[in-house]
């Protein structure tokens, strides 16, 4: 894929990423998160209602049979204190009328059993003993009352009386009018649930439309206008002071957009640069191949003086003409597409260390590699790890090590990868920058793009590179260590062989 390609794709996304966030850049009062609030504080509040809703009603059945208890003792005291009332009288219909029963019965310890009824042939439908019930059984009888339509059926209620104790009350009782109170009060309670259902969902909408919603619909609104409109300097955002998620959100959004502004900034100048020298590169060759040209000349003066200052003049011009070619190469190339497949460990690296010692040729100089693998294949980039492996072997040569170990130990779930070297060390002042473009040279008339071309490579991999030793104390040497996780690569393993290597191996 190329870069022009790339960018292509990037412009894309750009717009794709605009369009996606025009298509609903407003608040939603009627279907955004407040409104599913409102909706779901509503169902709570019922829900909550509901499972005390057959409590209080077992409660209220109670309540009205011990009222009807109270009225049944009334009555029959009545009897005790008119004896000369017979039970088949007009008192008595009245007495009944009041109760608004069909018989009332009165036991007592040391008294004689009193009654009032009109038939004494009335058989119950269901029968409530309230000297045991609890309320698990008053409500299911309440909600068994509330679901029967029939308007002669009758109730047999057993219990003590509310104003003596000692004394059992029995009364028979038409269950329409008990039914009809027990409608009234539920459609009661259901409309004050619904009531408070309402409330507390509108109360907790508006409250989440001031706290969440819009701030929220702020921070998208930013997000916007930032991927609009990335180059523009931007206004903070109100909420920033507010010590919530909210808050946090907006200053992460805040700093977010002025860090990605200032890499902005710092590509666009670097893109500037590498236009212009791009610009410049071929008339700089052209005197470049002048200046050559008159070295060559003066090597051949016959003036010593002259002729001995002609290498180092050719040398700095190729140093300047080799470090114009490595900055337009760096701008215009950058880091190419990775390549990932199933790599064999053993000859990999021992071709890589091979390679490395025709190239350095017999200076005496000790180049080791030291094996561990418990698999014999790993997932990676072949041509690209063996340049990262390259530039800091080279480094390594270039600050005179005479002594250098290359470990490579491998998992199924990474690839370790260990360089040190015995040579000059890294100066403490030069780790800040170490893998940063232009920053981390520690060589005279170096770039610094070495090591953050092997960093950009290995983040490709979705590994890591860090300095483990700067090599400055004279019994440490210069360490490097690489890490590139299996599990996060998704090219397919080369199925293992047999036998597997293990141990520690020199080359």
């Known amino acids: 894929m190329t870069q022009d390609h790339r960018r292509t794709d990037s412009g894309s996304e750009h717009v794709s990423l605009s369009q996606r966030f025009k298509e609903h850049p407003q608040e939603r009062p009627l279907t955004g998160l407040s409104a599913r609030a409102l909706v779901l504080a509503v169902m709570f509040v019922l829900l909550a209602e509901a499972m005390l809703f057959l409590p209080s009603m077992g409660r209220w ?82 909600w068994q009352l509330m679901l029967d339509h029939r308007t002669d059926a009758i109730v047999r209620v057993v219990g003590n009386s509310p104003v003596d104790p000692m004394a059992e009350i029995e009364l028979l009782l038409g269950q329409e009018r008990i039914c009809a109170n027990l409608r009234s009060y539920a459609l009661r309670i259901a409309m004050l649930s619904l009531f408070i259902g309402v409330v507390t969902g509108l109360l907790l909408y508006l409250t989440l439309r001031w706290l969440i919603v819009r701030p929220v619909v702020r921070l998208t609104r930013a997000v916007q206008t930032f991927a609009e409109h990335p180059e523009r300097a931007h206004v903070p955002l109100a909420g920033r002071n507010r010590q919530d998620e909210i808050g946090t959100a907006s200053r992460q959004l805040d700093a977010m957009q002025t860090t990605v502004r200032a890499a902005l900034a710092q590509n666009r100048r670097l893109a500037s640069l590498g236009t212009g020298v791009a610009k410049i590169s071929h008339d700089l060759r052209n005197l470049l191949t002048t200046s050559l040209l008159i070295t060559e000349r003066m090597q051949a003066s016959e003036d010593e003086r002259l002729a001995k200052a002609a290498p180092r003049l050719a040398e700095s011009i190729e140093r300047a003409a080799s470090l114009t070619h490595t900055i337009v190469q760096h701008a215009r190339e950058g880091l190419p597409p990775l390549s990932v497949e199933p790599v064999v460990l053993k000859p990999f690296f021992g071709g890589v260390i091979d390679r490395v010692r025709q190239r350095w040729g017999p200076e005496g100089r000790t180049v080791s590699l030291i094996e561990d693998y418990q698999v014999t294949t790993a997932n990676l980039d072949p041509l690209q790890i063996e340049r990262v492996l390259n530039n800091l072997l080279d480094n390594a040569y270039e600050a005179g090590a005479g002594k250098v170990d290359l470990t490579a130990h491998a998992t199924e779930e990474a690839l370790v990868i260990v360089i040190s070297d015995n040579g000059a060390g890294i100066p403490d002042a030069a780790v800040a920058h170490l893998f940063d473009a232009f920053k981390g040279s520690t060589k005279r008339g170096g770039t610094g793009l070495g090591l953050h071309n092997a960093a950009e490579i290995i983040h490709a991999h979705r590994g890591t590179i860090e300095l483990m030793d700067t090599g400055q104390e004279s019994t440490r040497p210069t360490t490097f260590r690489i890490d590139l996780p299996q599990t996060a690569l998704s090219a397919p393993l080369i199925p293992e062989g047999p036998s597997r290597s293990s141990g520690r191996s020199r080359v």
């Not at 049979?65 to 004896?83: C, F, K, M, N, Q």
């Not at 018989?103 to 058989?123: E, N």
């Not at 029968?127 to 409500?139: K, M, Q, W």
């Open 61 to 142: 059945l109670e309540q009205e049979l011990y009222d009807r208890l109270s009225d049944g003792h009334l009555a029959i005291r009545t009897l005790e204190v008119v004896p000369e009332a017979m039970p088949t009288g007009a008192l008595t219909d009245e007495l009944l009328a009041h109760v608004d029963a069909d018989l009332v019965a009165f036991r007592s310890p040391g008294q004689p059993k009193l009654a009032l009824f009109r038939d004494p042939s009335l058989r119950a439908d269901r029968s409530i003993d309230l000297r045991s019930a609890n309320v698990i059984e008053l409500s299911a009888a309440a």
